[in-house]
């Protein structure tokens, strides 16, 4: 077991700090860990916010338990340790012509992580969260020691560790289930459109037709280029033209303490776009091989660094499909009055019902970065009372400043969720920055 003290940031570099570090390397050490003070568990330490890691909390890295523990390859099922990144996961179920099916953007997210924020893929509404594809769990909590949880059970253990933020104890293995591999090639195709409402409508109409769908939107500007960008649409080639697989990553460690130059400013931003828009021309009908589209920010993690040491904020929500008109506008008139640019937008549809405080229901997904400044704080301030009166939900894993207040009011089962982990733990022991700022 290695032990240490160490200043945690998080991606968006809106929280850093120095925490006791604990990394057990045995299954005793993990079993037996110690309940006598508040605690939290780590993946790989990728989340946009302080998610795991808190002050007067001690994180519990899981890096050392990333073994396949067992594997029926015509079951289609893989228990592995959590602490297993997902690329090294889908770079071992390759070699089967399998898939994990819901995989975030990096390789080196853990399987721990992706269960704790019940994360969504490239495309939500055919995939579903990732908990749709978990069948059981093993936790441990130091009160009530290791417990295995499944699916079909209707486990409140099962529930609330999905999308619990680590908050029930520590996800030792998970059962995946995961289906034929179609290819390793994809085809990319862009459809070009012309504002965020038309985007909106087409990865509405077409979301039967792809196995990838999401958009690229330019918000970066006030021309009459505003809204406009590219739908990416993918589907797996049946050919194995480009079996090509490159599993490696630019390396993406958000606590390293660098200089980050603010190379993405308000000077910049328009060049930066259009740059970005020039390039995502040259991959229309291109053959895009299965690492690539599974992963595209493995060689992008200096993106992070070009908003400078103040880092960004990501905003997430979940706009109902009867009201993203009206959400665009208001987001317009809000952006305006403003006068503040939107480095990033993106878009995806998602299907499903509101859960717990999991990123789920039927909608149009819509993503942005800002700056870390003063406009970009009001922008999402201002977009906190729209998603409010829209009936919008804002995913509380990427928004640093997201407040209890505002979550409360979005999420109808919050106060179940408070519950139900506090039936568990009376003691809540497992807590984050994250869960002490959301009050979960
Ligand atoms: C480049 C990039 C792209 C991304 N793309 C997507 C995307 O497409 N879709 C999406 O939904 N998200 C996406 N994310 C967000 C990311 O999937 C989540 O934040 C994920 O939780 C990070 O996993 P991690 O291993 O780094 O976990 P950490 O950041 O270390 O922890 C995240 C949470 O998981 C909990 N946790 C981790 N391991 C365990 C465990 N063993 N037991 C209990 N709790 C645990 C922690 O306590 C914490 O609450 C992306 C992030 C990055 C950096």
Known sequence: MSVGRFTFASLDQQTHHEVDYEEPDRYQGLYGIDGDRLMIARGSGLSYVAASFGEGVKSVGLRHFNRVLSFEPEERRIRVEAGMTIGALQAFLVDYGLLLPVQPGHPEITVGGCVACNVHGKNQYKEGLFDAWVDEMEVVHPDRGVQRCRADDDDPLFRLTCGGYGTTGIICSAVLRLVPLPSRVIRQKLIRVRSLEETADCVQERKEDFDLLYSWNDLSGFGKTYGAGYVLTGVYEDE????????????????????????????????????????????????????????????????????????????????????????????ERLQRDLGEPIPLVSMKVFRGSSRLVSYDGEGISFTVDVFNSPGGRALLGGLDTIDTDLGAIASVYVDSRLSAEVVRRQYPEYEQFKEGVARLDPKRLFRSSLTERLDL
Do not use: C
């Not at 931003?269 to 589209?293: C, G, I, P, Q």
């Not at 992008?300 to 008109?325: C, Q, S």
């Open 240 to 331: 194995d033209a480009m079996a090509d697989l490159d599993w490696s990553s630019q390396p993406l460690d958000p606590s390293r303490r660098k200089a980050r130059l603010p190379l993405m400013n308000k000077l910049s931003v328009r060049s930066v776009s259009r740059a970005y828009h020039a390039m995502m021309k040259r991959s229309d009908n291109k053959l895009l091989s299965l690492t690539r589209v599974s992963y595209p920010a493995a060689k992008l993690g200096f993106y992070f660094d070009l908003y400078g040491n103040r880092g960004f904020l990501e905003h997430k929500v979940l706009i109902p499909l009867d009201r993203y008109r009206q959400y665009f506008e208001k987001l």
